[in-house]
């Protein structure tokens, strides 16, 4: 019984040291046209990072094959908050649908990045036509 309560307390602490982001979907800002805000965001695996739609016409997804094996991607509608929960260590390659080749794109680093090679060798997957260095700065920032 003690076990029990002590498993219990255990899990219930590290819940509740778990942080909370906000990134909000924007027509501009500090980066300029159609972005994410932060676009690069740092957190700890379990922590929740809230999209919040500031601007309509935008919507945030998980890029397939450009998060780690095994996370649970997403894929928001258009106008609306997600919340996602960041389920693995590694980098998530995520991308505004509508606004992909403008370059509205993010990364979150969870942890240590034990997937930065392989997204670096599928970061073709993605076309963008107009700020394309904006992904490239963000994976920088990446370590």
């Known amino acids: ?16 040291f778990c942080a909370e982001h906000e990134v909000k979907m ?8 159609m972005v994410f805000e932060p676009g ?7 922590d ?10 935008h919507n945030t997804e998980s890029v397939e094959g450009l998060i780690p094996n095994g996370a649970t991607g997403w894929k928001g509608i258009l106008n609306e908050n997600v919340s996602v929960v960041i389920d693995k260590e590694g980098v998530y390659v995520y991308q505004c649908t509508p606004h992909i080749i403008l370059g509205m794109v993010g990364v979150i680093q969870a942890g240590e990045p034990v997937n930065k090679d392989e ?7 993605i076309t963008i036509a107009v700020n ?4 490239t700065n963000y994976l920088a920032k990446v370590n």
């Not at 924007?26 to 046209?33: E, K, P, R, T």
């Not at 997204?119 to 997957?125: F, H, R, S, T, Y």
Request: charge should be positive; charged fraction near 15%; hydrophobic fraction near 55%.
């Open 132 to 135: 394309a260095e904006r992904l």
């Open 26 to 33: 924007l027509n501009f800002g500090a980066d300029g046209g």
């Open 119 to 125: 997204i670096m060798a599928n970061v073709g997957k």
């Open 40 to 46: 690069f965001l740092k957190v700890d695996v379990g």
């Open 1 to 16: 019984m003690k076990n029990l309560l002590f498993i219990t307390l255990l899990t219930f602490s590290a819940l509740s």
């Open 48 to 57: 929740k990072v809230n999209f919040v739609a500031i601007d309509v016409s």
